[in-house]
């Protein structure tokens, strides 16, 4: 599967922001999606992601009630809803995707997954 990732931007902190990740060449329904960001001399880390059919899902505390992770199966888009974001937000954003075993796994390790998007900047100023 072939993921493209769009939407990031340049923001103020309290601004809202909705990233995109288009998936082709795979069934999408087949994949459990997530969202990872790397800021500059991070690790890359998990950020949301949802199991396969979006059943469950999963955030970092560090986003959780602010981000939210939805998919359009219609589209083979999944998205990333940020609100209320803060300078420590800023950061590449990736989407990816995995075929985990169960169907209502949610997985976060980044080194489960296998495909991966190119990334979109997101900044947010204070």
């Known amino acids: 599967v072939q993921l493209q990732a769009s939407g990031g931007g340049l923001v103020q902190a309290g601004d809202s922001l909705r990233l995109s990740c288009a998936a082709s060449g795979g069934t999408f329904s087949s994949y459990a999606m997530s969202w990872f960001r790397q800021a500059p001399g991070k690790e890359r880390e998990f950020v949301a992601g949802?199991?396969?059919?979006?059943?469950?899902?999963r955030y970092a505390d560090s986003v959780k009630g602010r981000f939210t992770i939805s998919r359009d199966s219609a589209k083979n888009t999944v998205y990333l809803q940020m609100n209320s974001l803060k300078p420590e937000d800023t950061a590449i954003y990736y989407c990816a995707a995995n075929r985990p075993k169960y169907r209502t796994l949610v997985v976060t390790g980044k080194d489960d997954f296998g495909y991966w998007g190119q990334g979109t900047q997101v900044t947010v100023s204070s």
């Open positions: 949802d199991s396969i059919g979006n059943y469950n899902t």
